[in-house]
């Protein structure tokens, strides 16, 4: 286990001792069970590696998957100033009031997978204290958007952790009434510190995993490509330092999710990690406990190129790969249903002796 | 369109005259509907590629998908004698109990998924009368087995259409309480018979499409790859000919599955198809009436290899690709979630002028 650099934060160093790998008897259990049932041998494939994974995580030859939440968590981003994104950082506020009215791509999916959505606002520029005191999103602002990273760190280290121990907050908030979570983001501006934590913990160029976040051209790609090298030059960030990465080059929702991630392991529960930027959360949690990897589920593979390399630093394989870029969460709650599948196939089908079906001959 | 040669068998010439391509104006509200939705262009991808789709197929902008129905065609073969499968064929019918008391991966899954089961015995070996009468399965026997592909035609020509049009009649049966149909198969060895129509109808080479179904090892593989290369030789089925593929190297349920989608494509409802088995029938299908295209989504890739040339020869990209390869409809069932997504897309998600959100400049 890495040990927390500032001591004073005892809360993030006593949750990251509470993280565990998945059990090896329930993930026994499960494998000898799953071998069992009326088909050709791990005939339902993925699904089936995927709910032996559950039954190692939850301790549970019933993996409780029923209560599902979306978190998205929201934050500004000073490098917006450099031009990376094709829309203004007021679309970041505005796309909040967007998931209030439960307008935006993430409601329509999450209530078609029977999720609900917990928007928390880690860091938008702009104030949202309407929405808080109206109780419809949580607020756990560190600032009002990053510093540019084009020019010097997004937050101070302390800041980093203060994230990140608000997205384990959030997790322990709402653990008891949640079986799996699955995170999400909103951010304009957020691939670039995605990518910039993407090269820097999978140590691939910032060429290989550079894409065209919400639309770039190609002049704009060139463009996005330079300025993530500057920030990588500008900062140095210490890859064998997860909290210097998210402070050098991240973002607050970035540390929200990483720190949701580290919560759900704590807690045992899995949690469905979505697109691009949910990944690069994945990975700052990975560099603080590698064990919550144990807990993760990859939900999709996006469009943006780097999104392979980070997901096999994770070691993992996603569920879908539909050309998404959204975020949101929106890939995450796409593959809430193949989660329940997975369960259903541990737990409802019958083996060979329940249904009198005549096995594979040796 | 292709004529049916058997006049007499005006059902299915009928049927095939009601089959027209999507409604392009519809494709096109559909698409200009997407590109206002509050993200960034197209960044749901496959999903709005699908949403157009359905809107398409269905001529509607709000198109129904919420009453799906995975119909599991079944059927033996003679070709099991050949030892091409490492189940024996009573396992068919033993299988078709499991389905009725609800204990196999397709009750499981289609059950997750909020979708209807239903069984239909096309062609198996036992005699499955305590099930039809009890009303638990539908009969459309046309024989007990196919012949052993391997001395001869699998069937009679008459046998061929009278399969297609039981498959038509059920969805013709069904349409008024489904707004969306999920294809499915059981039978022992049929991965045989859809390998033989698989090379025909694209054009590939038998050891290119050849898997190990059920699970063989590498003798069993040689050896079944000979037996379909001798099926081949034996039958010579005329590949501008569906009827003729059916005939010579096909299967009951696989007919069945052919025109399941035939009458689904007619009625203009979409038909999810499944795995290998099922693309099998879609080919016929294709091969019958090439507008049929218009109405499948295709679930999943499943392990065979031969599946990626059969869903290219559809011109269709799946959904999933799960390393599943049990059929019964395991994997349309699995999917039958994200075409609700899809829809939710389409129906629920604000435009960027309703919800005040700022656009992509230009």
Redesign the interface.
Known sequence: MKPITQKEHSFLDTVVKEIFPQDTSYREQATAHLEQ?????W?????MDLAVDLAGMTRSLKPPVERKTVVVMVGDHGVTEEGVS???S??TA??V??FV?G???I???A???GAKVEVVDMGTAADLDDLVSKGVIRSKKIAFGTNNIAKGPAMSRTHAVLAVEAGIEVAYALADQVDIFATGDMGIGNTTPSTAIAAVLTGSSVRDLTGR???LDDGELERKIKIIEKILEVNHPDKDDALDVLAKVGGFEIGGIAGLILGAAARRKPVVVDGFISTAGALIAQGIEPFTRDYIICAHRS?EPGHRAMQEKLGKKP????????GEG?GAA?SL??V??SR??L????TFA?????G??E
């Open positions: 049932l009326t088909m050709p041998h005939a339902l494939g993925d699904l094709k829309y203004p007021e679309v505005q796309m009031y967007n009215a307008g935006a791509g409601n329509a999916l209530k078609q997978a976040g919400t639309g469009m569920l879908l790969d539909l050309n998404l870029r959204l929106t796409l249903n193949l329940e599948a259903a196939i737990t409802e089908v019958a329940d249904a009198g079906v005549t594979t001959p």
